[in-house]
């Protein structure tokens, strides 16, 4: 019994605490330190926490890709996602004249309402974005050489949430971000969503036994986000959403995790096994 409470229980807990911390800490330092500050404490977590409470036992061994993991994920972080959101806050700012209420002349997006209001409406357009992006990584072959990188894995873990392409990571903001500071969504409630889907994304690809049970119809939680690691195309080509299920189910890609037997995950043409030549791969087919 003890058990099922930690399975549970144990994904909201280490959101609450994590989210809390990022917002306490965003006072004292840049908000965006704070927030990598404590994804690695969270990353350091979840590292620990596989080993007592995995998924699958026979993930938790060395894959010999961990320092490459490592390396695209600070390469895709400071240099790709970087420079996507640079993009993103300069074209939006571009476009928010663009992007008026005929009326008033201001941003058209909704001050007035209550900052949770606000919050859910940046979650389902900047999930929006993300799906339409995400989909077209998997449907488009140029694209995909890109995204492959992501997928080229055959265990979940912690240590493969931001092994991504740098390419890849450059587009994402674009997606994103771009649509709500073109429409003028406030920085708070922007800087809400990003430290609340970074959270979310670190425990989906964790190999822990998390049970969100009937929540999953909502988020794109852990089981769900395993489907789309299956390297059964039925499976990869599903559950295309961030955090929400929202749009997958409205366009019809949304897989339920309890519909899904046994899979394995990656692709069927693994990527090279150095660094270098990962990054170069999409540029050389």
Request: proline share 5%; aromatic share 12%; hydrophobic share 50%.
């Amino acid at each position: 019994m003890a058990g099922l409470v930690v399975r549970y229980s144990l994904f909201w807990v280490l959101i609450v605490l994590a989210t809390c911390v990022t917002m306490w800490l965003r006072d004292l330092i840049d908000p965006f330190l704070a927030l990598f500050v404590v994804s690695l404490g969270v990353f350091g977590t979840l590292i620990a926490i596989e080993r007592v409470l995995p998924y699958r036992r026979d993930w938790l061994c060395n894959d010999g890709q961990m320092l490459h993991d490592t390396a695209h994920a600070l390469l895709g972080t400071a240099g790709g996602a970087r420079a996507g959101t640079f993009v993103a806050q300069w074209a939006g700012l571009l476009l928010v004249g663009q992007v008026l209420d005929a009326t008033s002349g201001r941003g058209i997006w909704p001050l007035t309402w209550p900052f949770w209001a606000q919050l859910v409406l940046v979650f389902v357009v900047a999930d929006f974005g993300r799906y339409i992006e995400h989909r077209l990584l998997h449907r488009v072959p140029l694209l995909w050489r890109f995204h492959e990188l992501h997928h080229d894995v055959d265990r979940l873990s912690a240590w493969k949430t931001s092994r991504s392409h740098l390419v890849e990571r450059f587009f994402q903001p674009l997606f994103m971000f771009l649509p709500l500071v073109a429409v003028g969504a406030p920085d708070e409630v922007v800087f809400w969503f990003i430290t609340l889907n970074t959270f979310v994304g670190q425990l989906d690809h964790s190999n822990i036994d998390f049970r969100l049970g009937p929540v999953e119809h909502v988020l794109m939680g852990p089981a769900s986000h395993r489907i789309h690691h299956s390297k059964d195309p039925a499976h990869a080509d599903t559950n295309f959403g961030s955090a929400l299920v929202v749009w997958d189910r409205l366009f019809g890609t949304w897989r339920a995790p309890w519909h899904t037997g046994s899979f394995d995950v990656g692709v069927s043409d693994p990527a090279p096994r150095t660094f270098i030549a990962q990054l170069l791969r999409p540029l050389r087919r």
